[in-house]
């Protein structure tokens, strides 16, 4: 049985404050977990959790993924702009021009967010978090294809997207050039078996599309126990973290 997309992660120098802040931002219910980790809880059963874990590492540059979150009207984006402000958020840089319709923000760890102009009609229909957009390859983007068995909605000059079959946020790759990876990143995809699925052979079978097992040294994703069982940490083509929970 494949493995579902669980949770989006975030390593934070301080998690219960930037799970308040995110849950402030989308609305989401908050929920306390073991070991100081907290995350946010979406509204749909079939959405994932957002979940934020202690970091070991400061942020170093620009995150390799981050939220789209979508605006309904420019009244709706400027009130969304004006809550991430006002919880702690700050307008930051990274180059877009005056004449660009998104807001570009981050959290109050650093991490990047935009929240879109209306009428973005390739968010159209997802959601509040209309994409997790990542710095990543056409490879890349064919694996999560097949990893999460999501379709392909864009691939185009080399330029690739996913999105569940039920719907919601997009997963989205932006081609070449990829930044070289400095560190763990501080978000990554952590992936559920239901009970009952043998985990060896999902192993197997990731590592059969490309993923790699990470080791210990090398990164802290998904390390140690978590409820119904252990955690794999595995990198995927680009040598991005994601981990595995085992039934």
């Known amino acids: ?61 620009r995150n390799r993924a981050h939220f789209d979150l979508t605006s309904t009207s420019l009244e ?16 930051i840089d990274v180059g877009q021009l005056p004449e660009d319709g998104h807001v570009v923000l981050a959290d109050p760890d650093g991490n990047e967010f935009c929240v879109i102009e209306p009428g973005n009609e390739f968010l159209a229909h997802t959601g509040l978090i209309g994409a997790l957009a990542c ?41 070449p050039p990829v930044a070289p990876k400095a560190g763990t990143n501080r978000l990554y995809l952590e992936l559920a078996l239901p009970a009952g699925a043998d985990g060896v052979a999902e192993i197997d079978r990731l590592t059969s599309l490309g993923a790699t097992r990470a080791d210990a040294g090398e990164s802290d994703v998904g390390a140690g126990v978590g409820v119904g069982g252990s955690r794999v940490s595995m990198l995927d083509p680009d040598g991005n973290e994601f981990s595995v929970q085992m039934p």
């Not at 809550?83 to 958020?89: K, W, Y």
């Open 1 to 61: 049985m494949t493995s579902q997309l669980s949770a989006i992660c975030f390593h934070a120098n301080r998690p219960a404050d930037l799970a308040r802040f995110w849950s402030g931002l989308l609305g989401w219910e908050l929920a306390a977990g073991p070991d100081d980790e907290v995350a946010v809880l979406p509204p749909d059963p079939d959405g994932f959790r957002i979940r934020f874990l202690p970091g070991r590492e400061p942020k170093t540059g």
């Open 76 to 91: 709706d984006q400027r009130q969304t702009v004006a809550r991430a402000l006002e919880i702690g958020g700050k307008h």
């Open 135 to 175: 710095d990543g390859t056409q490879e890349v983007g064919y694996f999560w294809s097949r990893a999460l068995r999501w379709p392909l909605v864009w691939d185009q000059d080399q330029e690739t997207a996913i999105q569940s079959p039920h719907g919601g946020t997009k997963i989205t790759w932006g081609g």
